[in-house]
């Protein structure tokens, strides 16, 4: 147990941000100049004389360097002693006399000690200075006494500053510009306020003011700065893969282009296109930048690599538009540890077996189960701790970035895990929870959906080693919940266009207020904003009360419980300042007033992302962006984002992904038939995704609307379950199917549609969401979710059929009335009365086609002759 006694440090507003340093305290500095250091010692000296306090100063005398410039004005009072320390007799000559002077110190003596790394001028050795910490700092605690130390950062190896901070009771970073100093704790043992972690702004002017930094904008200049100064260096013993890219980083200093490419690959991904557009944006600098913030050794994998891409070509294509670049600060957990995570909990025999046909699924629940029971070496957990000391309380997501993601041809949208970590707790709650998001996400590896994918997309074969991105969320405190301002995924080419008058090439837009989570997947009860950038004001889904159609909940990290939650619009409000309310938040006043016709008084808010799409030239900059890097790519991409704004106007974008867009649609150009009504299917103009399509229709697998409202609600999942036992069966036989199904596709919420997975429909060719406005089922334009990435990958053609929109020229929903149900054909052991709700129509040889017009964005199904 720590003393309960409270130390001053001269400073109350960092008195209360750490909650007081206590006497048995070894309070430990990470600078990078000395003059801060000097900044928090006097005012902690000058309190403890004026206390009466006995204060000793260890000043290090070298007989190699001159004494530099004093750092420390001493204060000239009784009880103040300075020692003056000649290291140069050595390590254990220098450490006995400190202790002398601190058994003969007595009781709640204060100390301060010269900057640690000026030992290295005479011991060289750094673990030496590790050594000296190590046994000095337990002697202070015994005299229940209290001592300052500093070190200098970017100066020790990991090993040597991880045993220092493992010993110290205290250990604070700092960083500083000409007006403002910066504290972020990175160790307070025994000690905890909900934001201790976070870094603290320290006004030169005023230090006594001292307060916790909650706002994006801040935090991300905070962040940058750090950056500036560099972390702290790692210097491990060099496996080959170190000695390799030290030969390669020698050559390439040359300017030599293949040594540079060599170097991208080792680092990035071996994808010859992702080379090409490396090699022509990067430099030696940027991959050794990369290299400082990589644990273990290997490849960042495809998504750190993408995001890597696209922030510098930002960077040098568009240098005011990078000034509203957020700075990322991101690190990289590489491949290689993933076969040796595998390796280390016997893991490999398992993944072996798995990667045969035979064992391809049913072993990889199992090897699933033992890799969330895995364990990392002790040194590997050392590079987490230091990691995570880094991040302090600021929020962090463990992201997927395997080789073969985020590349051309493809995308794994939204097929691994991301996890959050709030980040809130003792150092050691928040490094489980760190290793907990880690396995999480390497289990996710053996996921029936994974499987299902790499299956379709031919790479059961594939090397497809893990590696993670770990990445500081991007957002504000709004007082115990965390969220960016907004969040979501843009586009560079709009492949749903849902009016006539836009553009295609001008790109689209799925935005959310908070977190990003709800733009990327299927939602529940909401509606992301989709926007074409061309016109932002054209809504996709219009109705008479501005709250339809548009998001009722947002996603947070809740700090009280330490979670990720998806909140009702109304909870969050109460924690944002009026300011920020005013721009995110709208009331549908004419559905309030209706209400009060039949005596409901009640506020109904809701967001559409209004006030952040005419933000600023926030919309104009994102334009800038996805073109530019469309343009470097040659190709189509998609980029996930975050902005935050301030109350000044500011903004900051925090570019989180890119990858290259896959483009549906055959290619082919086709022109539309004529068809009579009785011959048709379906007639629309626009709601379709997939590009100019034609297609003869072999079997059509349709869930019908009424019947599938009337089922009961805990029987709706098994529909979903047994429409992937029709996919199943059509495995393999080169059918075309067409797929009919009411409200949105893949949902979560069986009461909105059909909670099918794509992996239950893998095998469909055409998928089509039908309204039925007597169940209030409506198809969600949902273009950007992972989902539809998923129908995009596999060249999925689109239709939204409305029963009363103009979109929707003429739909027959008895069109099959006369065909067969061959469900049981399919699936004899299908649940009685199924074949009420799923139908399985064989429409083999029937002259059922679908044709899609890409020009007049008008599609046709029905029977009709070939085109």
């Given at each position: 147990m720590i003393n309960q006694k409270k130390v001053f440090s001269g400073f109350d507003g960092l008195d209360a941000a750490l909650d007081n340093i206590r006497y048995g305290d070894n309070v430990v500095w990470q600078i990078s100049d000395i003059r801060a250091y000097s900044f928090f010692v006097l005012p902690f000296a000058e309190r403890a004389v004026r206390d009466g306090k006995h204060v000793v100063y260890f000043r290090f005398d070298s007989g190699i360097a001159p004494r530099r410039e004093p750092w420390f004005v001493c204060p000239e009072a009784p009880g103040f002693e300075i020692h003056d320390i000649d290291i140069s007799l050595g390590f254990e000559t220098t450490v006995m006399e400190i202790q002398d002077v601190i058994e003969n110190g007595g009781q709640e003596a204060h100390y301060v000690f010269d900057s640690m790394t000026d030992l290295q001028q005479e011991w060289i050795a750094d673990f030496m200075i590790a050594n000296f910490f190590v046994v000095t700092a337990p002697e202070i605690a015994k005299t229940n006494s209290v001592a300052y130390f500093a070190y200098m950062r970017s100066q020790h190896s990991i090993e040597t500053t991880s045993r220092i901070r493992e010993t110290a009771s205290v250990l604070v970073d700092v960083v500083h510009t000409d007006t403002r100093m910066y504290v972020q704790p990175a160790k307070v043992l025994e000690r905890y306020l909900p934001t201790i972690f976070l870094p603290h702004a320290v006004s030169i002017d005023d230090p006594q003011v001292i307060r916790p930094i909650t706002n994006g904008i801040e935090l991300s200049e905070y962040?940058?700065?750090?950056?500036?100064?560099?972390?702290?260096?790692?210097?491990?013993?060099?496996?080959?893969?170190?000695?390799?890219?030290?030969?390669?980083?020698?050559?390439?200093?040359?300017?030599?282009?293949?040594?540079?490419?060599?170097?991208?690959?080792?680092?990035?991904?071996?994808?010859?296109?992702?080379?090409?557009?490396?090699?022509?944006?990067?430099?030696l600098g940027d991959i050794l930048q990369v290299k400082a913030r990589m644990i273990g050794v290997g490849s960042i994998g495809g998504k750190a690599t993408g995001m890597i891409l696209s922030r510098l070509i930002v960077q040098k294509q568009l240098p005011e538009v990078a000034k509203v670049l957020e700075p990322h600060d991101s690190y990289y957990i590489c491949a290689n540890l993933y076969y040796t995570f595998l390796v280390k909990n016997n893991c490999w025999g398992l993944k072996i077996k798995q990667r045969k046909t035979k064992g391809y699924f049913a072993i990889a629940e199992i090897l699933k189960e033992k890799i969330l029971e895995g364990t990392f070496s002790d040194n590997i957990r050392e590079q987490f701790r230091h990691m995570l000391a880094y991040y302090g309380q600021s929020p962090i997501i463990v992201r997927s970035s395997s080789m073969l993601e985020d590349s051309f041809g493809n995308a794994f949208a939204g097929k691994y895990e991301s996890v959050f970590c709030v980040n809130k707790g003792t150092p050691?709650?928040?490094?489980?929870?760190?290793?907990?998001?880690?396995?999480?996400?390497?289990?996710?590896?053996?996921?029936?959906?994974?499987?299902?994918?790499?299956?379709l997309r031919g790479l059961t074969g594939a090397d497809e080693q893990m590696a993670l991105l770990v990445q500081r969320v991007s957002g504000s405190l709004f007082k115990d919940l965390y969220m960016p301002a907004a969040a979501g995924v843009a586009f560079s080419y709009n492949q749903y266009r849902w009016d006539a008058g836009i553009d295609p090439e001008a790109g689209v837009i799925r935005i959310v207020m908070g977190l990003g989570t709800r733009a990327?997947?299927?939602?529940?009860?909401?509606?992301?904003?989709?926007?074409?950038?061309?016109?932002?004001?054209?809504?996709?889904?219009?109705?008479?009360?501005?709250?339809?159609?548009?998001?009722?909940?947002?996603?947070?990290?809740?700090?009280?419980?330490n979670a990720h939650r998806s909140l009702p619009i109304e909870e969050v409000t109460l924690r944002?300042?009026?300011?920020?309310?005013?721009?995110?938040?709208?009331?549908?006043?004419?559905?309030?007033?209706?209400?009060?016709?039949y005596g409901i008084e009640k506020e109904i808010l809701y967001t559409t992302c209004d006030g952040i799409l005419t933000y600023g030239d926030f919309l104009s900059d994102m334009r800038a962006i996805m073109k530019t890097v469309e343009q470097v790519y040659k190709y189509p991409v998609d980029i996930e984002f975050a902005v935050n704004i301030s109350q000044d106007g500011r903004f900051v974008i925090?570019?989180?992904?890119?990858?290259?867009?896959q483009v549906g649609g055959s290619g082919i150009r086709v022109s539309l038939p004529e068809v009579a009504d009785a011959q048709t299917f379906f007639r629309l103009n626009g709601g379709t995704m997939g590009g100019a399509y034609y297609s003869e229709i072999d079997i059509v697998l349709r869930v019908d609307p009424k019947a599938y409202y009337e089922c009961s609600?805990?029987?709706?999942?098994?529909?979903?379950?047994?429409?992937?036992?029709v996919n199943q069966y059509f495995r393999g036989e080169g059918k075309t199917i067409l797929l009919l199904v009411p409200g949105r596709l893949g949902t979560t919420s069986p009461e909105l549609g059909v909670p099918v997975r794509f992996a239950e429909i893998s095998n469909v060719s055409i998928a089509c969401e039908v309204s039925y406005e007597g169940a209030g089922y409506l198809?969600?334009?949902?273009?950007?979710?992972?989902?539809?990435?998923?129908?995009?990958?596999?060249?999925?053609?689109?239709?939204?059929?409305?029963?009363?929109?103009?979109?929707?020229?003429?739909?027959?929903?008895?069109?099959?009335?006369?065909?067969?149900?061959?469900?049981?054909?399919?699936?004899?052991?299908?649940?009685?009365?199924?074949?009420?709700?799923?139908?399985?129509?064989?429409?083999?040889?029937?002259?059922?086609?679908?044709?899609?017009?890409?020009?007049?964005?008008?599609?046709?199904?029905?029977?009709?002759?070939?085109?």
């Amino acid at each position: 147990m720590i003393n309960q006694k409270k130390v001053f440090s001269g400073f109350d507003g960092l008195d209360a941000a750490l909650d007081n340093i206590r006497y048995g305290d070894n309070v430990v500095w990470q600078i990078s100049d000395i003059r801060a250091y000097s900044f928090f010692v006097l005012p902690f000296a000058e309190r403890a004389v004026r206390d009466g306090k006995h204060v000793v100063y260890f000043r290090f005398d070298s007989g190699i360097a001159p004494r530099r410039e004093p750092w420390f004005v001493c204060p000239e009072a009784p009880g103040f002693e300075i020692h003056d320390i000649d290291i140069s007799l050595g390590f254990e000559t220098t450490v006995m006399e400190i202790q002398d002077v601190i058994e003969n110190g007595g009781q709640e003596a204060h100390y301060v000690f010269d900057s640690m790394t000026d030992l290295q001028q005479e011991w060289i050795a750094d673990f030496m200075i590790a050594n000296f910490f190590v046994v000095t700092a337990p002697e202070i605690a015994k005299t229940n006494s209290v001592a300052y130390f500093a070190y200098m950062r970017s100066q020790h190896s990991i090993e040597t500053t991880s045993r220092i901070r493992e010993t110290a009771s205290v250990l604070v970073d700092v960083v500083h510009t000409d007006t403002r100093m910066y504290v972020q704790p990175a160790k307070v043992l025994e000690r905890y306020l909900p934001t201790i972690f976070l870094p603290h702004a320290v006004s030169i002017d005023d230090p006594q003011v001292i307060r916790p930094i909650t706002n994006g904008i801040e935090l991300s200049e905070y962040f940058a700065l750090v950056g500036k100064y560099g972390d702290m260096d790692s210097v491990q013993t060099l496996d080959n893969w170190e000695r390799f890219f030290m030969e390669k980083k020698t050559a390439a200093s040359g300017e030599n282009t293949e040594d540079l490419r060599a170097l991208c690959r080792l680092v990035f991904v071996p994808d010859d296109k992702i080379l090409d557009i490396a090699q022509a944006n990067i430099t030696l600098g940027d991959i050794l930048q990369v290299k400082a913030r990589m644990i273990g050794v290997g490849s960042i994998g495809g998504k750190a690599t993408g995001m890597i891409l696209s922030r510098l070509i930002v960077q040098k294509q568009l240098p005011e538009v990078a000034k509203v670049l957020e700075p990322h600060d991101s690190y990289y957990i590489c491949a290689n540890l993933y076969y040796t995570f595998l390796v280390k909990n016997n893991c490999w025999g398992l993944k072996i077996k798995q990667r045969k046909t035979k064992g391809y699924f049913a072993i990889a629940e199992i090897l699933k189960e033992k890799i969330l029971e895995g364990t990392f070496s002790d040194n590997i957990r050392e590079q987490f701790r230091h990691m995570l000391a880094y991040y302090g309380q600021s929020p962090i997501i463990v992201r997927s970035s395997s080789m073969l993601e985020d590349s051309f041809g493809n995308a794994f949208a939204g097929k691994y895990e991301s996890v959050f970590c709030v980040n809130k707790g003792t150092p050691e709650e928040r490094l489980v929870a760190f290793e907990n998001a880690v396995r999480q996400v390497y289990a996710s590896t053996m996921d029936e959906s994974v499987l299902e994918y790499r299956l379709l997309r031919g790479l059961t074969g594939a090397d497809e080693q893990m590696a993670l991105l770990v990445q500081r969320v991007s957002g504000s405190l709004f007082k115990d919940l965390y969220m960016p301002a907004a969040a979501g995924v843009a586009f560079s080419y709009n492949q749903y266009r849902w009016d006539a008058g836009i553009d295609p090439e001008a790109g689209v837009i799925r935005i959310v207020m908070g977190l990003g989570t709800r733009a990327v997947d299927r939602t529940d009860v909401d509606y992301p904003r989709i926007a074409a950038l061309d016109r932002p004001e054209n809504r996709a889904m219009k109705s008479e009360f501005a709250s339809d159609f548009s998001q009722r909940k947002v996603d947070v990290l809740d700090l009280t419980v330490n979670a990720h939650r998806s909140l009702p619009i109304e909870e969050v409000t109460l924690r944002m300042s009026d300011w920020f309310r005013k721009i995110m938040v709208a009331h549908d006043t004419r559905r309030e007033q209706e209400l009060k016709k039949y005596g409901i008084e009640k506020e109904i808010l809701y967001t559409t992302c209004d006030g952040i799409l005419t933000y600023g030239d926030f919309l104009s900059d994102m334009r800038a962006i996805m073109k530019t890097v469309e343009q470097v790519y040659k190709y189509p991409v998609d980029i996930e984002f975050a902005v935050n704004i301030s109350q000044d106007g500011r903004f900051v974008i925090n570019l989180l992904q890119c990858r290259p867009l896959q483009v549906g649609g055959s290619g082919i150009r086709v022109s539309l038939p004529e068809v009579a009504d009785a011959q048709t299917f379906f007639r629309l103009n626009g709601g379709t995704m997939g590009g100019a399509y034609y297609s003869e229709i072999d079997i059509v697998l349709r869930v019908d609307p009424k019947a599938y409202y009337e089922c009961s609600y805990n029987l709706k999942p098994g529909i979903a379950r047994l429409m992937g036992q029709v996919n199943q069966y059509f495995r393999g036989e080169g059918k075309t199917i067409l797929l009919l199904v009411p409200g949105r596709l893949g949902t979560t919420s069986p009461e909105l549609g059909v909670p099918v997975r794509f992996a239950e429909i893998s095998n469909v060719s055409i998928a089509c969401e039908v309204s039925y406005e007597g169940a209030g089922y409506l198809p969600e334009l949902s273009y950007g979710s992972h989902f539809f990435q998923d129908l995009v990958e596999a060249d999925v053609f689109y239709a939204a059929i409305f029963e009363n929109k103009e979109t929707t020229e003429y739909y027959d929903p008895d069109f099959f009335g006369g065909e067969p149900n061959l469900l049981r054909m399919a699936v004899p052991e299908a649940p009685e009365g199924a074949e009420n709700t799923v139908f399985v129509y064989d429409m083999t040889g029937k002259g059922l086609r679908i044709v899609s017009e890409i020009a007049s964005g008008r599609t046709v199904c029905g029977y009709f002759t070939a085109v």
